[in-house]
């Protein structure tokens, strides 16, 4: 091996265990906090060049995750993200409902409901841990600890399956452009949840599929699986409020980001008058555009595609880098590091027809709908500690990355003009807000292979590490890119 390569590889492992921030340009959403488009993972990196250059790239990408993390930094079923269904809590406040809740608009929530009560104004086996307080249909009554009966955890399958490409414009002396698109195909499917299993071990029972009609007054457990906690039921009590758990599979374009870079290399010598390093200040502003489609509201696993809600964002990026000189000087060879940081941030709209809850203890299926909300994202803030190893062997290239990023709580102010109305939406604007927030941190790292001056191939992989109210996606990424 040579010195070159022995040194080269010293400044990866160096460079590999120093980095400490977030790759650029991230989105607002949990699935897919940074969109992967290269094996280089940012524009922060600086090249030389004698003349301006046009270079694109496209690049078929898969991710998946079964797992997230939830408010607390734990690692949960995908579908528990944000926290277990409560199945009681879709009859919470049903005296002040936006909608009459009733049998004859609610033909399967209400005798679901019936159900509930029902079994919860009789005594469950005494001393079981599972009882339940009197009436917890009333969220007044309803303790969580002692209700774990009521919540449904929710495994699920995400994949991402599409195709990015980058068009980057660099005129040669510091200053470019970049556009970034993509195509996908996303699907969310929620696994079986296995209840009766659940049903069967904590109540005693012994059998759930199959059983005979039963005298439910004599067997509690079985009625409200029966009403409410199965399959077939819960996806009934869904519908009628216009839900559905339902895989959620679709095809859309991604969100569309435009960029103007520039880089301002400084020489710094050695005695010998040879340039010791280079420190290259960074600066980039853009603009997320909303092309994605909008999702239908009625899946309750819907995944957006870009933007949460398809927001216009703007982005602010800056950065130091630092090129390090590899002597001998032969084949291109050259090691940096990029420490950066920035911020994403949106404009205030307006919503319609939203799905929002009417209590705090409502949690990821609400069944009621606001008509008309105002939202104001809340920013996305990262910061940027990247490294590269170019032609560290010859025609090949290294670049890694370890990320953190921050999304702060959105803000809703509820538009009802019918003061009732109003006030029961004002009662879950705190808990919805919080589960708007979250924090994201993963690894990145790529290889590029030039095949000509012209042609390069790539592969890159990115994956999560921690963070809250996220999904621990990993990335796969291929790539070919062409330079003009």
């Not at 009628?240 to 895989?247: A, I, N, P, S």
């Not at 290259?280 to 809600?309: C, H, I, R, T």
């Not at 190893?389 to 709580?409: G, I």
């Amino acid at each position: 091996m040579s010195f070159f390569n022995l040194l080269t590889c010293y400044r990866v492992l160096i460079g590999w265990l120093l980095c400490a921030a977030l790759q650029a340009t991230p989105l607002n959403n949990a699935y897919d906090t940074q969109p992967l488009y290269s094996c280089k993972t940012s524009d922060k990196f600086f090249k030389e060049r004698e003349e301006g250059e046009i270079s694109f790239s496209i690049a078929p990408f898969y991710q998946h995750a079964n797992t997230a993390r939830d408010a607390a930094g734990k690692k949960v079923p995908g579908g528990d993200r944000l926290g277990q269904i409560n199945m009681f809590g879709l009859f919470f406040d049903t005296n002040r409902a936006p909608k009459t809740f009733n049998a004859g608009n609610y033909p399967k929530a209400w005798p679901a409901r019936d159900a509930v009560q029902g079994v919860v104004n009789q005594a469950l086996t005494p001393g079981d841990q599972y009882r339940l307080r009197l009436d917890s249909t009333d969220k007044q009554n309803f303790v969580a600890t002692d209700n774990k009966f009521a919540y449904v955890s929710s495994p699920l399958s995400y994949e991402k399956i599409g195709l990015r490409s980058q068009l980057n414009c660099d005129f040669g002396f510091g200053l470019g452009v970049s556009a970034r698109m993509g195509v996908v195909d996303v699907k969310v499917k929620q696994r079986p949840v296995q209840l009766e299993k659940t049903f069967a071990a904590d109540l005693g029972l012994t059998s759930i599929e199959g059983y005979a009609p039963i005298d439910e007054s004599k067997d509690d457990s079985k009625a409200l699986y029966k009403a409410l906690f199965s399959d077939q039921a819960r996806e009934a009590v869904a519908n009628d409020y216009g839900l559905t758990f339902k895989q959620f599979h679709q095809s859309s374009p991604e969100d569309m980001h435009l960029q103007v870079y520039w880089h301002a290399p400084i020489d710094f010598y050695e005695k010998n008058d040879e340039v010791g390093v280079t420190l290259v200040p960074y600066l980039a502003v853009g603009a997320w555009m909303p092309l994605s489609e909008e999702l239908d509201k009625k899946y309750v696993f819907a995944a957006p595609f870009g933007n949460q809600d398809r927001d216009f964002g703007f982005t602010v990026e800056g950065a130091l880098g630092l090129e390090f000189p590899v002597l001998p000087q032969a084949g291109g060879q050259s090691f940096g590091v990029s420490i950066g940081g920035g911020l994403l941030i949106f404009n205030e709209k307006d919503l319609a027809s939203q799905y929002f809850p009417t209590t705090d203890l409502q949690s990821v299926v609400f069944p009621w709908q606001v008509t008309r909300l105002t939202k104001r994202p809340g920013e996305t803030w990262y910061v940027n500690v990247g490294m590269k190893a170019e032609h560290f062997l010859e025609n090949l290239s290294f670049y890694a990355d370890f990320s953190y990023t921050q999304h702060v709580k959105d803000t809703f102010t509820i538009k009802e003009t019918d003061s009732a109305r109003r006030d029961a939406f004002a009662a879950g604007v705190d808990g919805y807000q919080r589960s708007t927030a979250w924090k994201n941190q993963q690894i990145s790292a790529g290889f590029n292979f030039e095949i000509t001056d012209s042609v390069a191939l790539s592969a890159a992989a990115q994956a999560h590490i921690s963070g809250t109210q996220v999904m621990r996606s990993v990335t796969l990424l291929g790539g070919l890119a062409v330079t003009f």
